[in-house]
């Protein structure tokens, strides 16, 4: 074929292009391959040595109490209710420091620990009770290690510090005002039972329910006070008893005074209904968060 067309081309030159009488090659097109990704074994992260691993856990609202000064025990407005265990009053500063806004409730108890200890069952944002000292030691120490923060118990210092308003303090009584009525649970208007928190008036810092509902835990042993200035104290080494703030649902209104001062064994969870009635009443707790 191409012999006669080169033939044919002699003959007549010029008339006409190869390329128009000679077959086009075939085009060879590059065959596509399609190759299925091999997919590595992805690498899990395991938490570093000694970091605890962040669970979602609902944790306690905080107030920031603002470091100041401020005259603890025995003060004017406190009357002929004081006792010897609140005298002598003495100025003590403290540094800056965040307080729980309610008292622990059994919900946020029981998304850590997993029970629930409480007396009162079946009220989930009333206090947490009926736990002794080393009840709150594992679930401070449980909380901590799930949310990575630092929590632990007021000192005495802070706890009257914050109940008394820190610096926006106007020197009641009670913690928030002169009528216990509208600020607590106590033995007038609680039928003697704790309940939910933060139903009440808060007080200067907008912090809830510290007169009545439950006596809150402190981490001081209790002592003798000290008529000199204090620094950011934390009560003596040792001791036999640990100091509990702020009166219970069971109690009567001279118990509920910001400058109250209870102590109990650190293995006592519950003494309601002791006599004297001034002692009576469930034991709870609220946290100081550290920066």
């Known amino acids: 074929m191409k012999k006669i067309v080169i033939e044919i081309?002699?003959?007549?030159p010029g008339t006409i292009a190869l390329s128009q009488v000679l077959p086009k090659?075939?085009?060879?097109?590059?065959?596509?391959?399609?190759?299925?990704p091999i997919n590595k074994p992805q690498k899990v992260k395991q938490p570093e040595p000694g970091i605890a691993e962040t669970q979602s856990i609902p944790e306690p609202a905080m107030v920031r109490v603002d470091g100041g000064s401020f005259t603890m025990g025995c003060t004017s407005e406190q009357g002929e209710d004081c006792n010897d265990l609140e005298k002598p009053a003495h100025q003590v500063s403290l540094s800056g420091f965040s307080i729980g806004k309610y008292e622990v409730t059994q919900a946020e108890w029981q998304a850590v620990m997993g029970t629930n200890p409480s007396e009162n069952k079946g009220c989930n944002n009333c206090p947490v009770e009926?736990?002794?000292w080393n009840d709150v030691m594992e679930f401070i120490q449980e909380l901590n290690a799930k949310t990575g923060k630092h929590y632990r118990l007021p000192t005495e210092a802070e706890w009257e510090y914050a109940a008394r308003g820190g610096s926006k303090s106007k020197g009641y009584k009670y913690s928030g005002g002169f009528a216990l009525a509208k600020l607590a649970w106590y033995d007038e208007n609680s039928d003697g039972k704790t309940h939910p928190v933060g139903q009440k008036d808060p007080n200067e810092l907008g912090i809830y329910d510290m007169n009545g509902n439950v006596w809150e835990r402190c981490g001081d042993w209790c002592g003798d006070y000290?008529?000199?200035?204090?620094?950011?104290?934390?009560?003596?080494?040792s001791g036999h008893y640990r100091v509990i703030r702020g009166g219970s649902c069971q109690v009567s209104n001279a118990s509920c005074r910001v400058a109250k001062r209870n102590y109990y064994s650190p293995s006592f969870q519950s003494n309601i209904g002791l006599i004297p009635s001034s002692f009576s009443g469930p034991v709870g707790f609220r946290l100081v968060l550290v920066p």
């Open 226 to 237: 000290s008529s000199s200035k204090q620094t950011d104290p934390d009560g003596p080494s």
């Open 9 to 12: 081309l002699l003959l007549f």
């Open 25 to 36: 090659e075939p085009v060879k097109h590059p065959v596509k391959t399609t190759t299925t």
């Open 130 to 132: 009926n736990v002794g």
